[in-house]
């Protein structure tokens, strides 16, 4: 059984899930930016050597047997931190803390939930900056947890869940508002990829559908194409209800990554094999012409 979707509101669905990632490529330039200030900070006061080990892998929540580096860059950590009780489930094993000297980003997954999860980069993932934004000190002095709560709750209810593949207007402009405000905040505004991302999205806001020259973006255009394919032409089976769209963008881009590795486990074996039969026929061969040398080298000595 199938359920027609009325034209609008799949326009609306589109223009929310391209208005999503159109927010977060807003956010990078002020979140990159209070990152790596932040990194820099804590690494004129942990610069006591490299961990050789990358303890967190190997000891995990066995504290005592870190090095000093990683126990030093854990401590500075923890005085950004919100929550306790966010500290506390943090999944150590799961970071590279050997990485703390070198990336920020490695940095910034201590204060995403469920960082092992995203499976694109932290910072391009909308749920893990808003858990970034909530769970860091340097973040929540600026962004209001009432906003941040309720882009959530948008992303998740609209976006995220909303099986249907559609909006009415009242929820899109909903979604807009809350994306417009998040970007609109002093410190944000005055980045370059936030003016960016709210001119796009203000002209979005008002348009029927996606303007034309929006839809020309190669990222735009990829993503509409995974919606369409959701969509099936005009209408929705029930059968993909349980396929989420944002999902189906991940799960095709890790797809396409196993693939590529999958070619290359081939390639590398097809490489090893060629390479050892010929050191067996190399084998063989000199076997053969060894005592051919020697008899060359027995029957000139005897002339001699």
Same mark, same amino acid.
């Given at each position: 059984?199938?359920?027609?979707?009325?034209?609008?509101?799949?326009?609306?669905?589109?223009?929310?899930?391209?208005?999503?990632?159109?927010?977060?490529?807003?956010?990078?330039?002020?979140?990159?930016?209070?990152?790596?200030?932040?990194?820099?900070?804590?690494?004129?006061?942990?610069?006591?050597?490299?961990?050789?080990?990358?303890?967190?892998?190997?000891?995990?929540?066995?504290?005592?047997?870190?090095?000093?580096?990683?126990?030093?860059?854990?401590?500075?950590?923890?005085?950004?931190?919100?929550?306790?009780?966010?500290?506390?489930?943090?999944?150590?094993?799961?970071?590279?803390?050997?990485?703390?000297?070198?990336?920020?980003?490695?940095?910034?997954?201590?204060?995403?939930?469920?960082?092992?999860?995203?499976?694109?980069?932290?910072?391009?993932?909308?749920?893990?900056?808003?858990?970034?934004?909530?769970?860091?000190?340097?973040?929540?002095?600026?962004?209001?947890?009432?906003?941040?709560?309720?882009?959530?709750?948008?992303?998740?209810?609209?976006?995220?869940?909303?099986?249907?593949?559609?909006?009415?207007?009242?929820?899109?402009?909903?979604?807009?508002?809350?994306?417009?405000?998040?970007?609109?905040?002093?410190?944000?505004?005055?980045?370059?990829?936030?003016?960016?991302?709210?001119?796009?999205?203000?002209?979005?806001?008002?348009? =029927?559908?996606?303007?034309?020259? +929006? #839809? @020309?973006?190669?990222?735009?255009?990829? &993503? %509409? !194409?995974?919606?369409?394919?959701?969509?099936?032409?005009?209408?929705?089976?029930?059968?993909?209800?349980?396929?989420?769209?944002?999902?189906?963008?991940?799960?095709?881009?890790?797809?396409? =990554?196993?693939?590529?590795?999958? +070619? #290359? @486990?081939?390639?590398?074996?097809?490489? &090893? %094999? !060629?390479?050892?039969?010929?050191?067996?026929?190399?084998?063989?061969?000199?076997?053969?012409?060894?005592?051919?040398?020697?008899?060359?080298?027995?029957?000139?000595?005897?002339?001699?």
């Amino acid at each position: 059984m199938t359920k027609k979707i009325n034209s609008e509101h799949l326009e609306n669905f589109k223009s929310v899930a391209v208005a999503l990632k159109f927010t977060v490529d807003g956010l990078q330039d002020f979140v990159h930016g209070h990152l790596r200030s932040l990194h820099q900070n804590i690494y004129r006061k942990c610069s006591v050597g490299q961990c050789k080990v990358n303890c967190s892998r190997r000891y995990g929540n066995e504290f005592s047997r870190w090095c000093n580096t990683c126990r030093t860059w854990k401590k500075e950590l923890h005085q950004f931190n919100r929550y306790r009780k966010h500290w506390d489930k943090i999944k150590w094993s799961k970071l590279d803390t050997m990485d703390f000297p070198f990336s920020y980003e490695e940095v910034a997954k201590v204060f995403v939930q469920d960082f092992s999860h995203v499976r694109q980069g932290v910072l391009k993932d909308l749920s893990a900056v808003m858990s970034l934004f909530r769970n860091l000190k340097i973040f929540s002095c600026i962004i209001n947890d009432i906003l941040l709560a309720d882009i959530q709750r948008l992303r998740n209810i609209y976006f995220a869940h909303n099986y249907d593949v559609a909006l009415h207007d009242v929820e899109k402009s909903q979604c807009f508002n809350c994306f417009i405000a998040l970007l609109k905040i002093q410190d944000i505004e005055c980045t370059q990829s936030s003016k960016a991302a709210l001119n796009l999205l203000e002209e979005m806001k008002t348009s =029927r559908t996606i303007p034309e020259r +929006i #839809l @020309r973006k190669p990222d735009v255009q990829y &993503t %509409i !194409a995974v919606i369409q394919n959701v969509e099936c032409g005009e209408t929705f089976d029930n059968s993909m209800a349980n396929v989420r769209p944002f999902e189906y963008l991940d799960n095709k881009q890790v797809f396409i =990554r196993n693939h590529k590795a999958h +070619i #290359l @486990r081939v390639v590398l074996l097809l490489t &090893t %094999i !060629a390479f050892g039969t010929c050191i067996m026929l190399y084998g063989l061969l000199s076997k053969n012409e060894v005592p051919n040398i020697g008899k060359i080298f027995l029957f000139s000595s005897i002339q001699s």
